[in-house]
């Protein structure tokens, strides 16, 4: 740095001045210490890490407001978070590991017919039983 020869001429005056700006400087490192993930977290998020193909589902069930209509007046929710999913085991699966029949060229304008939230789960726990398990023991 520069400032290194200049501090060798210093006057009392600027001996304090840099004192100063050492102590600002010694508190904006401080700052960025303790708050990494603040900064970095406005350029990476753990949802970046997914395949383009998983960003694409993500770019409508991102959004916390998307819902499903069911008989008899319920609602389901479609919303999943980009980021929990991504931080989750299943976030190396990807999403069609599990919902391989959601075809984009037909999805979501083809509705698939969902009696009940109850009905899905069960449905879904089907296709879930026919995956590899990572880990499992038996
Ligand atoms: C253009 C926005 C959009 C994209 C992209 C999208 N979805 Fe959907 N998805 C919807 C909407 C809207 C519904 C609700 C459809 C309805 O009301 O019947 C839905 C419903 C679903 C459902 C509930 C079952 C069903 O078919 O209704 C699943 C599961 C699902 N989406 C998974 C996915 C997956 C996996 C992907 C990526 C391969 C994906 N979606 C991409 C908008 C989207
Ligand atoms: C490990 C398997 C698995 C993966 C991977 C997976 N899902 Fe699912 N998904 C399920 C199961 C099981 C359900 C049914 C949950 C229930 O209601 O019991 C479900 C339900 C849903 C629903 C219906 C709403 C709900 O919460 O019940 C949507 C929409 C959906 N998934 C989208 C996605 C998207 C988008 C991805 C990728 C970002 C994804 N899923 C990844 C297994 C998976």
Same mark, same amino acid.
């Given at each position: 740095? &520069? @400032?290194t020869r200049v501090v060798i001429r210093m /006057? @009392?005056?600027m001996v304090a +001045?840099?004192?100063q700006k050492k102590l600002a400087m010694a508190a904006l490192a401080a700052f960025l210490v303790l708050f990494p993930a603040r900064f970095m977290a &406005? +350029? /990476?998020t753990p949802a970046d890490s997914l395949s383009d193909g998983d960003k694409q589902c993500l770019g409508c069930h991102g959004s916390d407001g998307l819902t499903k209509e069911l008989? =008899? =007046?319920k609602t389901l929710s479609l919303h999943v978070p980009g980021d929990a999913f991504a931080k989750s085991m299943h976030g190396v699966l990807g999403c069609a590991a599990c919902h391989a029949e959601v075809d984009?060229? /037909?999805h979501p304008q083809k @509705?698939? #017919?969902i #009696? $009940? $939230?109850r009905e899905f789960s069960v449905e879904m726990a089907k296709i879930m039983r026919r995956l590899p398990r990572r880990g499992a023991t038996t």
């Open positions: 740095m &520069a @400032s /006057t @009392s005056t +001045e840099t004192f &406005a +350029e /990476t008989p =008899g =007046g984009l060229k /037909t @509705s698939k #017919a #009696a $009940s $939230s």
